[in-house]
């Protein structure tokens, strides 16, 4: 018997169909073993000693893999063919061997870039042992990123509450974000002008022309600056008669782009798709998996972690045949097209991503595969087929028109496809660069020396623009262009930044939040080295090397150690003071930015002679007053388009009761109405948080008064006499009666509901057995890619959830149940599942006997009393 370990169930699956009766394939299900989260998992001082812990969710896998070796006589470890895969092997073996499965078992490694049958029995009949550099280099990058993380985040933590981790490499992919923030909001836009003129030629065609030249002087981009400018120059085109002064046409080709890596399969789904990153790399993974095709399962597509180009001879040879039979041999070039990555760092230790039969045409497997991986497949198709296509033939046509008094000069450009090559099955998307409107232009065929008649004069105003945010696909460029992370890290990167609230994305592109500017301030003034991008480059080869055996894993490990153990020692005794000096000095022009009235931009809006600045608490940095306690002003960081942030509290009115100022405020925890003022005799002023359903812009002081009203009685109920009541809670709208709660639609409804409506609210309730729940979901989301069983959006007590086989995760605080995407809603309830079902609470104790309790110590009494977490008391003493 010979036992096969794969990483996946679906792998599994595929593979064992390849293999006789003699094999067992199993998964292991991902890693088995990771460094627990906790301090001393890596000891530097025991010359970097690692605790690897088995992970709960692997104990059934290594179990079933355990069984099934006994009796056998081959292990064959056929984890994925990169470092991450070399890694999963050995942590198999580790934890085989622990259990002492391993007994007269014959262990090797065996590694394919497809998952085709003969692919798969060639690697069979060629295993090989454990490649311990690939495991160390992958055990090095682990060791450095713990190490980096709980060695810096716990300075974090001190210094700046409020921030929640830091990242050997996300705190680099943060600060690129961060500083195109910076240059976006230095930027000064800048007025310019140009100047085009519409000419018919002598057959009546239209030709539109820019101008260039201005007595005899070509013009700069800012040579018209003003309207006045630009007018001037009009009116005196205007007047003038014109002529073709030279007629240029030139041959130009375009080649095609090499097939995808990783990172370029990325940023193309995110460009044509709208795929993020860890999306594509979910659906990519499926599609190497495999999809049963003619009732055969086999793998679509090759490994999709590479960052080679290169692609197998006998695969270019059946692209080159379907190039000829879809298209004709005249798209297919006289030699193969060979391509090497020109990225320094590049390991090419496997081919470029393509499919593993190029004959299997998208509309082939249309019907077998989900619409995600159809519209995958097609552009990983499109892409390896282009590569192999003739380059695109153009023709570049340049006309210079000039006045009658050869006092102006202006230009017409067009290019025209004269044979279109690769680009008539595909042409590569653009980031932000604005599309040439030059391209695929055709000019009316003109003459030098014809008259042309001017039609139309157009002065048109432009403004210089800043640099666009960065898009998941941009900053994947840039990261692979600095040389900083690798084809199985990028998803990562991107996904920990959204997740740690550093980055958002909007409208597709990352907008950092002022969390993140502060972590990336902070690392940029204390720890500069280490979130440079030549630094992290350095040390991405430095681990590459490892893998070739270059350089010991330890050594790397040392070196590292000795500066970065050191820098953060020196922050020991740094004061909180002058962490918010590097602040306000690097976050100064975004926190405070100049105001239109040229008043100073940090004197308080709250008291006389108070000047704001940046402040640290519990919840994390804000901006406060420098006249502390005597003005209480503050307000969150950041810029807020009701213009609360910007100008404090917006008083609302009396309240006519008590006379008390009613205002809008903004805290650590959003908006909120507040009635009066903190004073020594009453520190804390009722308040009412600003529901969600409730737009800023729409409160007045009827509204305020409304909601500061809440929690309002409505009447007594008919049946048991028991008060009902309307307020707002934690999970939103509500009515209340006897400890029994019912969910109301909306904010409006907790201040107009009636006595009739919420007995009827309270009785459905009852009969569905909660707190308002409903068992019709809010959204079928779609079916489970595994097994294809619908997940759905509920509401439950703790808020909205997806479900899915008995599995329920909650969806994240500020995301709305209706936009959740089936990508989404499967990787929550993956993530659900592998940390397993939450452990009940244990349940308290029982006394044994009813022996009098001995009398409290004075200790016991006074933490009896003391005031606990949360305002709550601590019992610490008195727990038995």
């Not at 090759?302 to 059946?318: F, H, K, L, P």
């Not at 393509?354 to 004959?359: F, L, S, V």
């Not at 597709?508 to 690392?523: M, N, W, Y």
């Not at 452990?839 to 104790?845: G, I, P, W």
Request: glycine share 8%.
């Amino acid at each position: 018997m010979k036992v096969v370990v794969v990483e996946s169930p679906a792998k599994a699956k595929t593979i064992n169909k390849y293999l006789g009766d003699d094999f067992v394939v199993l998964a292991s299900y991902g890693h088995v073993r990771d460094l627990p989260s906790k301090d001393g998992s890596v000891r530097p001082d025991d010359d970097f000693a690692m605790t690897y812990q088995t992970a709960e969710k692997s104990s059934k896998p290594l179990k079933a893999i355990s069984d099934a070796l006994k009796g056998a006589d081959h292990l064959y470890l056929a984890t994925d063919p990169d470092r991450e895969g070399e890694a999963i092997s050995w942590h198999v073996l580790q934890a085989l061997q622990e259990k002492k499965a391993i007994k007269d078992v014959d262990v090797k490694r065996v590694v394919f870039n497809e998952i085709t049958k003969r692919a798969v029995l060639d690697a069979m009949d060629n295993p090989r042992d454990l490649d311990m550099d690939l495991v160390n280099a992958q055990q090095a990058r682990r060791a450095l990123d713990y190490l980096v993380g709980f060695t810096l985040s716990p300075v974090l933590w001190r210094k700046l509450p409020g921030a929640r981790s830091a990242g050997r490499v996300q705190s680099v992919a943060l600060r690129l974000i961060c500083e195109r923030e910076l240059e976006i909001d230095a930027f000064v836009p800048r007025e310019y002008w140009s100047v085009e003129v519409d000419f018919l030629n002598a057959d009546g065609k239209k030709l539109t022309a820019r101008l260039t030249h201005v007595d005899g002087r070509k013009l700069d981009k800012f040579d018209l600056a003003t309207e006045a400018q630009a007018r001037a120059v009009a009116d005196r085109l205007a007047a003038q008669t014109f002529s073709v002064a030279e007629v240029a046409t030139k041959p130009a080709k375009r080649n095609p782009q090499p097939p995808f890596t990783t990172s370029t399969l990325q940023q193309e789904a995110s460009r044509k798709l709208g795929f993020g990153a860890r999306r594509t790399m979910d659906i990519a993974q499926r599609l190497y998996e495999g999809a049963t095709i003619d009732g055969e399962t086999v793998g679509l597509i090759t490994y999709m972690r590479t960052d080679g180009v290169q692609i197998a001879d006998e695969a270019i040879d059946s692209i080159r045949g379907v190039i000829r039979s879809e298209f004709g041999s005249e798209f297919a070039p006289a030699e193969k097209r060979v391509y090497k990555s020109k990225a320094k760092n590049a390991q090419e230790a496997h081919e470029a991503i393509r499919p593993t039969d190029a004959r299997r045409l998208p509309a082939d497997v249309r019907a077998t595969l989900q619409e995600d991986q159809i519209k995958l497949y097609e552009l990983i198709w499109k892409r390896s087929v282009a590569s192999q296509m003739e380059s695109a033939q153009m023709e570049r046509t340049t006309v210079d028109i000039a006045s009658g008094d050869g006092t102006m000069s202006l230009r017409a450009t067009g290019t025209v496809v004269v044979f279109p090559g690769f680009l008539k099955l595909y042409e590569e998307g653009r980031d932000d660069a604005a599309k040439d409107d030059e391209d695929d232009l055709r000019l009316p065929k003109v003459s030098k020396g014809e008259s042309l008649n001017r039609t139309a004069v157009r002065p048109d105003q432009h403004f210089t623009e800043p640099p666009p945010r960065y898009s998941e696909a941009t900053l994947v460029r840039k990261l692979e262009e600095l040389g900083i992370g690798r084809p199985s890290t990028y998803a990562q990167i991107l996904g920990v930044l959204q997740e740690r609230d550093y980055a958002r994305l909007e409208k597709s592109r990352f907008i950092p939040e002022d969390k993140g500017r502060l972590v990336t301030a902070f690392l940029s003034s204390f720890f500069t080295r280490y979130v440079g991008y030549d630094f992290t480059a350095e040390l991405e080869e430095r681990l590459d090397d490892i893998t070739t055996h270059k350089i010991d894993w330890k050594q790397v490990l040392r070196d590292f150690w000795a500066e970065f153990s050191t820098a953060v020692d020196g922050t020991k005794d740094l004061r909180v003071s002058e962490v918010l000096d590097a602040l306000n000095e690097i976050l100064g022009p975004h926190v405070f930015p100049p105001k239109e009235d040229g008043s100073d931009p940090r004197a308080c809006p709250s008291c006389e002679d108070g000047r704001v600045s940046l402040k640290v608490g519990k919840f994390g940095a804000f901006i406060g007053c420098s006249n502390y306690p005597e003005c209480r002003y503050t307000r969150r960081i950041g810029e807020d388009s009701n213009g609360i942030a910007e100008d404090g509290p917006v008083m609302l009115g009396n309240d006519p009761e008590t006379d008390e100022t009613i205002s809008l405020r903004k805290g650590p925890y959003g908006l909120y109405i507040q009635l009066g003022e903190a004073t020594e005799e009453n520190k804390k002023p009722k308040r009412s948080s600003l529901p969600k359903d409730v737009p800023p812009e729409n409160i007045d002081l009827a509204i305020a008064l409304q909601l500061l009203s809440l929690p309002r009685d409505i009447g007594n109920h008919p049946e048991t006499g028991e008060p009902i009541s309307a307020g707002l809670g934690r999970y939103g709208p509500y009515v209340r009666c006897d400890g029994k709660y019912a969910r109301l639609a909306s904010t409006e409804e907790a201040l107009t509901v009636g006595i009739n409506r919420a007995v009827t609210l309270l009785a459905e309730a009852k009969s569905r057995g909660g707190r308002g729940r409903t068992a019709e979901p809010l959204k079928v989301v779609g079916p489970h890619p595994d097994d294809g069983a619908e997940i759905k959006v509920m509401n439950g007590r703790y808020g909205p959830y997806v479900t899915h086989g008995g599995v329920n995760a909650t969806l994240p605080r500020d995301s709305d149940p209706e936009q959740v995407t089936l990508e989404q809603a499967v990787e929550l309830i993956r993530e659900r599942a592998a940390k397993g079902k939450p452990k009940k609470k244990a349940a308290k104790a029982k006394p044994k006997s009813k022996a009098k309790p001995k009398a409290k110590t004075a200790a016991a009494k006074k933490t009896k009393s003391a005031p606990g977490k949360g305002g709550k008391k601590s019992t610490t003493a008195a727990a038995e």
